[in-house]
């Protein structure tokens, strides 16, 4: 806003009032709170599924807790998100920057069935208890794991483990695919 007005603020409040005080929202969205609160992602899919992307790969994708101990194994995580998990096309995606990411020896590591929803979704329509528990959990996860480096191809997991995560302990140097393969 030219005049340094923070609208997006005082929308995000007024979304979060109408959902938390007013339980007034629209009825799409129990369907979205329901799969990240018992499933961790907005599909409401099974956390196992969350590397069928991998299936297939002519190589191994390294998961924390099954081939590796922790991040400091390798140089970064890959967060590879929902969509990047779980939608078709965004698959296509998630497996062409392993691809490439191991193509270009760049050392990576995922977390796997550990990684859920980094909550954005839930935090833009207002639902910030979803998003909260959400966060809580990942930042647990995260400073187990040992992440200090993580690279994404999804710029709503982007926003949030860069800008949002500070405030739940987790200081994490987070890029976009397309700056590390650059």
């Given amino acids: 806003c ?35 609160e018992n499933k961790g992602n907005p599909w409401n899919m099974s956390p196992n599924a ?42 296509k995606t998630t497996r062409a920057v392993a691809e490439l990411l191991h193509m270009a020896g760049v050392s990576f590591g995922v977390l796997g069935n550990g990684e859920t929803c980094t909550g954005d979704s839930a935090r833009r329509s207002g639902n910030e208890f979803v998003f909260q ?29 860069k800008n949002e995560y500070a405030a739940f302990g987790v200081e994490l140097q987070v890029v976009h695919h397309t700056q590390l393969l650059n």
């Fill in 2 to 36: 030219p005049v340094d007005i923070e609208h997006v603020d005082h929308i995000m409040d007024m979304r979060r009032y109408q959902l938390l005080v007013e339980s007034n929202f629209p009825a799409e969205l129990n369907q979205l709170f329901k799969g990240l």
């Fill in 133 to 161: 528990q959400l966060a809580m959990q990942n930042a647990e996860v995260l400073t187990e794991a040992k992440a200090k480096k993580v690279v994404t191809t999804c710029p709503h997991c982007f926003n949030t483990l």
């Fill in 50 to 91: 969350r590397m069928d992307w991998a299936k297939g790969l002519d190589f191994e994708v390294k998961v924390v807790g099954e081939t590796i101990e922790s991040l400091d194994e390798v140089e970064w995580l890959f967060w590879v998100g929902c969509a990047g998990a779980y939608e078709d096309r965004a698959k």
